[in-house]
C-alpha cells in the first residue's frame, strides 16, 4: 500500500503544477477567451468573476472553489448563459482542461490537512452523549445552548459549528445542569407520594376556557351544574361526588389548560400515572353515550398556570387509544419538579376568542354538536404516584461521577481520590486517550478547588464541568484510529457516543464494519438518525413554520393531530427505505404508503384503525407513493396561505435530484400568488418569466413545481383552486367554533414540460419521468448521507469515489441501506490519512485544554 506521503509526492509531481502564481494553461484560456470573456472580464465581470485575470493558483482553497464553480457551471450547462455558443467539443476540453488538476489539488490538500477540520458535537448530540455518560435518558438540557448554524442544509457541518464565548457560557452552564442532576444529596431517595383526583378534581377548576361543551361534569350520562355557562359553584355535596364523570371535548391550545386540581410534583423523577377513563359523545342538552370509536390522546407536561407555554408543555409516554367502555390506562411520565400531567386530546375542537359573542355566553366559540355526537373522553379517576425510586441509591448516575463513595463523599485523601475518580471519568466521556499534560490540568483545577475549602462534590463537579466543556468532548475529529471510526459510526446512525459494542469492535475489518453498521440501523438509537437526518435534508423540523390560512382551509384550523401525523408519516418513509433497503426510485414513487386513520381520511385511503403510523398498500392509479405527495413535505413547500410551484420546484430540484437553483437575481420580486382566485399561478409565472434572467432558471425548476399544484397546503388531492373573491361562494362553521366563507375558483393544471423537452399530464408522469434516473436520485442521497455522517461536504476528489459506490450498488437498484454501507466502508468516511500530529484545525480557543 502507498503512504500518504508517497501518494501526495506523485500529485505534487504530476503534470499540472500546484504552486502559487500559475497562469491559466494556454489551450484553456484561448477557449475560455472564446465564449467566456465577454461576460467575465474586468472591472465589469458579471458576478464579480473576472476569469481573464483569474490565476491557476489551485493549490489556494479560495481559487480552487472559484475554479470548481466554474467547472460545474459549464458541465451543468448553466454557462454561457442562452444565446451565447459554446461547442460541445469546447464543453468537453474545458471540462476535461478543469477537471484533472482540481482533483489532483484538491486531493493534496486532503492528504495534507484532511477532508475537513474537527466537527464541534451539535446541541442534540451534545445531550445525546451527556443522556448516555451520566445513564439520564430523560435528560433535558438541549434549549440550555445555542442553536446551532447551517450549512450545505445540515447542523453538523464543521465549517458552521464553531465556539464562541456565548457558546461556551451556555456549556458550562448546560454540563452544569446535568451534573447536578446525575448527583444525589439525600442518603435515601425522595419518598414516594401517591395523588388521587376524581369528579370535579380531575380539572382545574369547574369550567373550562370556552363554552360548557368544552368540558363539564355529568353523573349517569347527564351533565351537572350546566345551566350556567359561566357557573363557578357547585353543590358541596355534588362536587365531592365520586361518581361524577369529567367530560372533555376539546384539544389543548392556549390559554387552555386540562390538568387534576391540587398535584404539581415535588421532585424530579418518573412518575406512574394511571386513571379511568372511556370514549363518548356529546349530545344535545349535555348528555353523553358510549362512543363508537376510540379517541387518541397523549400526556403532556407542563406546569399548573393559566397559560400554555409552548416551552413548558411536552408530550410524553406516545399516543393512547382511549376505547369506549370504561378501563384503565397506565404510563410512565418524566416530570420536573412542580410540573403537573395534562389531558391531551387529540383531533378535536379548538375553540377560539371570539369578540362578538356576548359575555354572557363566554368568549369562545363551540362548533356546533355533529348529528351523530361530539367525541371526548370521560375520566373516572386519576392517580400519580412517584418519583418511583430507582433499582439501587444512590443511583447509576451518581455512581458515575462518585464510584462507590456515596452520598456526600468526604474522602481521606481528597486529591488522590480526586485524580481517579477525574481520570476514570474521562476515560468513560473523552473520544481516545487523554494527553497526560491535558489531564493533570484538570486535576490541578480540581486541586485549587479543595485547597479553597470546598466541598469534595463540588470540587469534582468542577472538574468534570471544565472536561465536558473543552475540545477533548466537545470535537469529533477525522478517522486515524478505531474509536475515530466508531466515534462518527455512531454519531452517524444513532446521534451519539458509541456504546461498548461498537468502541471494542474492529471496525477495520470490513465485515465488521458490516455487521456494526447493521447493528446500529436496526437498533432504536437509529430512529435519533432518522428525525435528525429528516430534519435537515428534508428540512422536516419546518413543519410548523406557517399555520394553514384559516380564510382558505378552515378545515385545517388547529389540528395538530394532522401535523403530527404527517411528520410521523415522513419520518416512518425515510426509516423504511433504509431499514428495508428500499430501491432510489422509492424516493420519488411507490405502491405503498405509511397512514394512520386520520391520514387516510386526509388522504381519501380505505380506512385505517389506530393512530399509529402503519404501512399500507396503495390502490391501482393512486397520486400517493413517494415523499414528493407526503402531506409533511407539501405542507413544508407552502406558505399556509397558497401553494407555489416556485418553492416546490426548487425544493425538489435541490433536495431531491441535488440541482439547487441558483439564487434570483438581485431586485427581481417573487411571484405572489392571487389568493383572491381571480389569476392562475399558472399566468403569473408565465409573465414573471418573460425576463430573459428568469426564464433559463425557472424552466428548470417551475414545471416540475406545477405538477404538485393538485395537492393543497397540506398535500390534500385538489382539482380546483380556492380563493377570496372570484368564484363559487362555500360557507359554514369550522371546528373551531367560527364562521368561514372561501369561494371554489379555477381548474388546476398540472401538466408540464422539463427543460429537456419530456412532458407530463400530471404528477404519475413526472415521478416516473424522475424514477427513470435512480442513479441521480441515489447520488444526491448519498451526497446528503455523506455531508451529515463526516460534517464535511463533498469535496471534488470525492467525486470519482462516489461515482465508484454508486456503480457498487448499481445492479440492486442503488438501495438505500446499500448505499450507507458503501459509505461507511469508504475512504470518505474511514479517512484517507491522519493529520500529522499537532494538527487541531479548527479548534476554537475559546474551547482549548484546560
Same mark, same amino acid.
Not at 448527583?183 to 380531575?202: C, H, N, S
Given at each position: 500500500?502507498?503512504?500518504?506521503?508517497?501518494?501526495?509526492?506523485?500529485?505534487?509531481?504530476?503534470?499540472?503544477?500546484?504552486?502559487?502564481?500559475?497562469?491559466?494553461? !494556454?489551450?484553456?484560456?484561448? =477557449?475560455?477567451?472564446?465564449?467566456?470573456?465577454?461576460?467575465?472580464?474586468?472591472?465589469?465581470?458579471?458576478?464579480?468573476?473576472?476569469?481573464?485575470?483569474?490565476?491557476?493558483?489551485?493549490?489556494?482553497?479560495?481559487?480552487?472553489?472559484?475554479? /470548481?464553480?466554474?467547472?460545474?457551471?459549464?458541465?451543468?450547462?448553466?454557462?454561457?448563459?442562452?444565446?451565447?455558443?459554446?461547442?460541445?467539443?469546447?464543453?468537453?476540453?474545458?471540462?476535461?482542461?478543469?477537471?484533472?488538476?482540481?482533483? =489532483?489539488?484538491?486531493?493534496?490538500?486532503?492528504?495534507?490537512?484532511?477532508?475537513?477540520?474537527?466537527?464541534?458535537?451539535?446541541?442534540?448530540?451534545?445531550?445525546?452523549?451527556?443522556?448516555?455518560?451520566?445513564?439520564?435518558?430523560?435528560?433535558?438540557?438541549?434549549?440550555?445552548?445555542?442553536?446551532?448554524?447551517?450549512?450545505?442544509?445540515?447542523?453538523?457541518?464543521?465549517?458552521?459549528?464553531?465556539?464562541?464565548?456565548?457558546?461556551?457560557?451556555?456549556?458550562?452552564?448546560?454540563?452544569?445542569?446535568?451534573?447536578?442532576?446525575?448527583?444525589?444529596?439525600?442518603?435515601?431517595?425522595?419518598?414516594?407520594?401517591?395523588?388521587?383526583?376524581?369528579?370535579?378534581?380531575?380539572?382545574?377548576?369547574?369550567?373550562?376556557?370556552?363554552?360548557?361543551?368544552?368540558?363539564?361534569?355529568?353523573?349517569?350520562?347527564?351533565?351537572?351544574?350546566?345551566?350556567?355557562?359561566?357557573?363557578?359553584?357547585?353543590?358541596?355535596?355534588?362536587?365531592?361526588?365520586?361518581?361524577?364523570?369529567?367530560?372533555?371535548?376539546?384539544?389543548?391550545?392556549?390559554?387552555?389548560?386540562?390538568?387534576?386540581?391540587?398535584?404539581?410534583?415535588?421532585?424530579?423523577?418518573?412518575?406512574?400515572?394511571?386513571?379511568?377513563?372511556?370514549?363518548?359523545?356529546?349530545?344535545?342538552?349535555?348528555?353523553?353515550?358510549?362512543?363508537?370509536?376510540?379517541?387518541?390522546?397523549?400526556?403532556?407536561? =407542563?406546569?399548573?398556570?393559566?397559560?400554555? /407555554?409552548?416551552?413548558?408543555?411536552?408530550?410524553?409516554?406516545?399516543?393512547?387509544?382511549?376505547?369506549?367502555?370504561?378501563?384503565?390506562?397506565?404510563?410512565?411520565?418524566? +416530570?420536573?419538579?412542580?410540573?403537573?400531567?395534562?389531558?391531551?386530546?387529540?383531533?378535536?375542537?379548538?375553540?377560539?376568542?371570539?369578540?362578538?359573542?356576548?359575555?354572557?355566553?363566554?368568549?369562545?366559540?363551540?362548533?356546533?354538536?355533529?348529528?351523530?355526537?361530539?367525541? $371526548?373522553?370521560?375520566?373516572?379517576?386519576?392517580?400519580?404516584?412517584?418519583? +418511583?425510586?430507582?433499582?439501587?441509591?444512590?443511583?447509576?448516575?451518581?455512581?458515575?461521577?462518585?464510584?462507590?463513595?456515596?452520598?456526600?463523599?468526604?474522602? @481521606?485523601?481528597?486529591?488522590?481520590?480526586?485524580?481517579?475518580?477525574?481520570?476514570?471519568?474521562?476515560?468513560?466521556?473523552?473520544?481516545?486517550?487523554?494527553?497526560?499534560?491535558?489531564?493533570?490540568?484538570?486535576?490541578?483545577?480540581?486541586?485549587?478547588?479543595?485547597?479553597?475549602? @470546598?466541598?469534595?462534590?463540588?470540587?469534582?463537579?468542577?472538574?468534570?464541568?471544565?472536561?465536558?466543556?473543552?475540545?477533548?468532548?466537545? &470535537?469529533?475529529?477525522?478517522?486515524?484510529?478505531?474509536?475515530?471510526?466508531?466515534?462518527?459510526?455512531?454519531?452517524?446512525?444513532?446521534?451519539?457516543?458509541?456504546?461498548?459494542?461498537?468502541?471494542?469492535?474492529?471496525?477495520?475489518?470490513?465485515?465488521?464494519?458490516?455487521?456494526?453498521?447493521?447493528?446500529?440501523?436496526?437498533?432504536?438509537?437509529?430512529?435519533?438518525?432518522?428525525?435528525?437526518? *429528516?430534519?435537515?435534508?428534508?428540512?422536516?423540523?419546518?413543519?410548523?413554520?406557517?399555520?394553514?390560512?384559516?380564510?382558505?382551509?378552515?378545515?385545517?384550523?388547529?389540528?395538530?393531530?394532522?401535523?403530527?401525523?404527517?411528520?410521523?408519516?415522513?419520518?416512518?418513509?425515510?426509516?423504511?427505505?433504509?431499514?428495508?433497503?428500499?430501491?432510489?426510485?422509492?424516493?420519488?414513487?411507490?405502491?405503498?404508503?405509511?397512514?394512520?386513520?386520520?391520514?387516510?381520511?386526509?388522504?381519501?385511503?380505505?380506512?385505517?384503525?389506530?393512530? *399509529?403510523?402503519?404501512?399500507?398498500?396503495?390502490?391501482?392509479?393512486?397520486?400517493?407513493?413517494?415523499?414528493?405527495?407526503?402531506?409533511?413535505?407539501?405542507?413544508?413547500? *407552502?406558505?399556509?396561505?397558497?401553494?407555489?410551484?416556485?418553492?416546490?420546484?426548487?425544493?425538489?430540484?435541490?433536495?431531491?435530484? $441535488?440541482?439547487?437553483?441558483?439564487?434570483?437575481?438581485?431586485?427581481?420580486?417573487?411571484?405572489?400568488?392571487?389568493?383572491?382566485?381571480?389569476?392562475?399561478?399558472?399566468?403569473?409565472?408565465?409573465?414573471?418569466?418573460?425576463?430573459?434572467?428568469?426564464?433559463?432558471?425557472?424552466?428548470?425548476?417551475?414545471?416540475?413545481?406545477?405538477?404538485?399544484?393538485?395537492?393543497?397546503?397540506?398535500?390534500?388531492?385538489?382539482?380546483?383552486?380556492?380563493?377570496?373573491?372570484?368564484?363559487?361562494?362555500?360557507? $359554514?362553521?369550522?371546528?373551531?367554533?367560527?364562521?368561514?366563507? &372561501?369561494?371554489?375558483?379555477?381548474?388546476?393544471?398540472?401538466?408540464?414540460?422539463?427543460?429537456?423537452?419530456?412532458?407530463?399530464?400530471?404528477?404519475?408522469?413526472?415521478?416516473?419521468?424522475?424514477?427513470?434516473?435512480?442513479?441521480?436520485? !441515489?447520488?444526491?442521497?448519498?451526497?446528503?448521507?455523506?455531508?451529515?455522517?463526516?460534517?464535511?461536504?463533498?469535496?471534488?476528489?470525492?467525486?470519482?469515489?462516489?461515482?465508484?459506490?454508486?456503480?457498487?450498488?448499481?445492479?440492486?437498484?442503488?438501495?438505500?441501506?446499500? +448505499?450507507?454501507?458503501?459509505?461507511?466502508?469508504?475512504?470518505?468516511?474511514?479517512?484517507?490519512?491522519?493529520?500529522?500530529?499537532?494538527?487541531? *484545525?479548527?479548534?476554537?480557543?475559546?474551547?482549548?485544554?484546560?
Amino acid at each position: 500500500m502507498r503512504t500518504p506521503f508517497v501518494l501526495f509526492s506523485l500529485v505534487c509531481s504530476a503534470g499540472w503544477p500546484l504552486a502559487a502564481g500559475q497562469p491559466q494553461p !494556454a489551450d484553456l484560456r484561448a =477557449r475560455l477567451a472564446r465564449s467566456c470573456f465577454g461576460c467575465h472580464s474586468g472591472p465589469s465581470a458579471k458576478g464579480g468573476l473576472d476569469l481573464a485575470a483569474l490565476p491557476f493558483d489551485l493549490a489556494d482553497r479560495a481559487t480552487r472553489d472559484r475554479w /470548481i464553480q466554474v467547472h460545474d457551471r459549464v458541465e451543468k450547462r448553466e454557462m454561457p448563459p442562452p444565446g451565447v455558443e459554446l461547442a460541445d467539443g469546447d464543453r468537453v476540453a474545458i471540462l476535461g482542461l478543469l477537471a484533472p488538476p482540481l482533483h =489532483r489539488a484538491d486531493l493534496a490538500d486532503v492528504l495534507r490537512n484532511g477532508r475537513g477540520p474537527m466537527r464541534r458535537l451539535n446541541r442534540d448530540e451534545y445531550e445525546q452523549n451527556l443522556r448516555d455518560i451520566l445513564q439520564l435518558p430523560e435528560l433535558d438540557i438541549r434549549d440550555m445552548l445555542p442553536e446551532d448554524k447551517e450549512a450545505h442544509h445540515f447542523n453538523k457541518v464543521s465549517e458552521a459549528l464553531d465556539v464562541s464565548r456565548v457558546q461556551l457560557a451556555a456549556y458550562l452552564d448546560a454540563s452544569e445542569a446535568a451534573l447536578r442532576q446525575a448527583m444525589v444529596t439525600t442518603a435515601e431517595p425522595p419518598e414516594i407520594t401517591k395523588f388521587r383526583a376524581w369528579g370535579t378534581r380531575l380539572f382545574p377548576g369547574l369550567r373550562s376556557t370556552g363554552t360548557r361543551h368544552a368540558m363539564f361534569f355529568f353523573k349517569n350520562n347527564k351533565g351537572v351544574g350546566v345551566e350556567e355557562e359561566r357557573a363557578r359553584a357547585l353543590p358541596k355535596e355534588v362536587e365531592e361526588d365520586p361518581a361524577l364523570e369529567m367530560g372533555l371535548f376539546r384539544s389543548p391550545g392556549w390559554p387552555y389548560g386540562a390538568f387534576p386540581r391540587g398535584f404539581a410534583a415535588k421532585h424530579r423523577g418518573l412518575y406512574r400515572v394511571r386513571f379511568s377513563a372511556r370514549a363518548v359523545l356529546q349530545h344535545p342538552g349535555f348528555t353523553v353515550s358510549d362512543a363508537k370509536h376510540y379517541v387518541p390522546m397523549t400526556l403532556r407536561t =407542563r406546569r399548573p398556570s393559566n397559560h400554555d /407555554i409552548a416551552e413548558d408543555v411536552k408530550s410524553v409516554g406516545g399516543i393512547l387509544e382511549i376505547q369506549p367502555g370504561a378501563r384503565v390506562y397506565e404510563v410512565i411520565v418524566p +416530570l420536573a419538579a412542580g410540573q403537573t400531567v395534562e389531558y391531551g386530546l387529540l383531533g378535536l375542537p379548538v375553540p377560539q376568542f371570539d369578540a362578538e359573542l356576548p359575555v354572557r355566553s363566554g368568549t369562545y366559540r363551540f362548533p356546533p354538536l355533529p348529528a351523530d355526537g361530539q367525541p $371526548g373522553v370521560a375520566f373516572q379517576w386519576l392517580e400519580i404516584e412517584g418519583p +418511583l425510586a430507582p433499582p439501587a441509591w444512590p443511583p447509576a448516575s451518581h455512581r458515575v461521577l462518585f464510584g462507590d463513595l456515596g452520598v456526600a463523599p468526604a474522602p @481521606a485523601n481528597p486529591g488522590q481520590v480526586a485524580g481517579r475518580l477525574l481520570r476514570r471519568f474521562m476515560a468513560l466521556a473523552g473520544r481516545g486517550p487523554v494527553p497526560e499534560e491535558a489531564a493533570a490540568g484538570f486535576e490541578r483545577l480540581v486541586q485549587a478547588q479543595l485547597d479553597r475549602g @470546598a466541598p469534595f462534590a463540588e470540587a469534582m463537579l468542577t472538574g468534570y464541568q471544565a472536561f465536558l466543556s473543552s475540545d477533548l468532548f466537545l &470535537y469529533l475529529r477525522e478517522p486515524g484510529g478505531n474509536f475515530e471510526i466508531a466515534d462518527r459510526l455512531a454519531h452517524f446512525l444513532t446521534n451519539t457516543r458509541p456504546d461498548a459494542e461498537l468502541a471494542a469492535a474492529d471496525l477495520r475489518d470490513p465485515a465488521v464494519l458490516r455487521r456494526q453498521t447493521d447493528r446500529l440501523i436496526d437498533s432504536p438509537g437509529f430512529d435519533r438518525f432518522v428525525r435528525n437526518f *429528516a430534519a435537515y435534508w428534508l428540512n422536516l423540523r419546518q413543519i410548523r413554520r406557517d399555520d394553514p390560512d384559516k380564510r382558505l382551509y378552515p378545515e385545517y384550523q388547529l389540528d395538530e393531530y394532522l401535523v403530527d401525523s404527517l411528520e410521523r408519516e415522513t419520518l416512518a418513509y425515510v426509516a423504511a427505505l433504509i431499514r428495508d433497503n428500499l430501491p432510489a426510485r422509492n424516493l420519488v414513487e411507490g405502491d405503498f404508503a405509511f397512514v394512520n386513520e386520520r391520514l387516510a381520511r386526509h388522504y381519501g385511503l380505505p380506512a385505517v384503525n389506530g393512530s *399509529a403510523i402503519q404501512r399500507v398498500e396503495l390502490p391501482p392509479g393512486s397520486v400517493l407513493g413517494g415523499l414528493l405527495t407526503q402531506g409533511a413535505i407539501l405542507k413544508i413547500t *407552502a406558505n399556509g396561505r397558497t401553494t407555489s410551484p416556485v418553492l416546490r420546484g426548487a425544493w425538489i430540484m435541490d433536495r431531491i435530484l $441535488g440541482e439547487p437553483p441558483p439564487p434570483p437575481p438581485p431586485g427581481v420580486p417573487a411571484v405572489e400568488p392571487d389568493v383572491r382566485g381571480a389569476r392562475s399561478i399558472r399566468e403569473q409565472l408565465a409573465m414573471h418569466t418573460k425576463a430573459s434572467a428568469c426564464s433559463s432558471c425557472h424552466a428548470r425548476f417551475d414545471p416540475v413545481g406545477l405538477a404538485l399544484e393538485n395537492f393543497d397546503v397540506l398535500g390534500r388531492w385538489r382539482t380546483r383552486y380556492r380563493g377570496t373573491t372570484e368564484g363559487e361562494r362555500v360557507s $359554514g362553521i369550522d371546528h373551531t367554533g367560527h364562521n368561514f366563507s &372561501y369561494t371554489i375558483a379555477g381548474p388546476v393544471d398540472a401538466s408540464g414540460r422539463l427543460a429537456d423537452g419530456r412532458s407530463f399530464r400530471d404528477v404519475r408522469d413526472l415521478k416516473a419521468l424522475l424514477a427513470s434516473n435512480p442513479r441521480q436520485l !441515489a447520488r444526491n442521497l448519498l451526497h446528503q448521507l455523506t455531508v451529515y455522517a463526516t460534517g464535511t461536504p463533498v469535496r471534488f476528489s470525492d467525486r470519482a469515489e462516489i461515482e465508484k459506490l454508486l456503480d457498487s450498488c448499481k445492479s440492486g437498484g442503488y438501495r438505500a441501506r446499500d +448505499l450507507v454501507h458503501a459509505l461507511t466502508g469508504s475512504s470518505i468516511f474511514l479517512g484517507r490519512a491522519r493529520p500529522g500530529p499537532g494538527h487541531r *484545525a479548527g479548534s476554537p480557543t475559546g474551547a482549548a485544554r484546560i
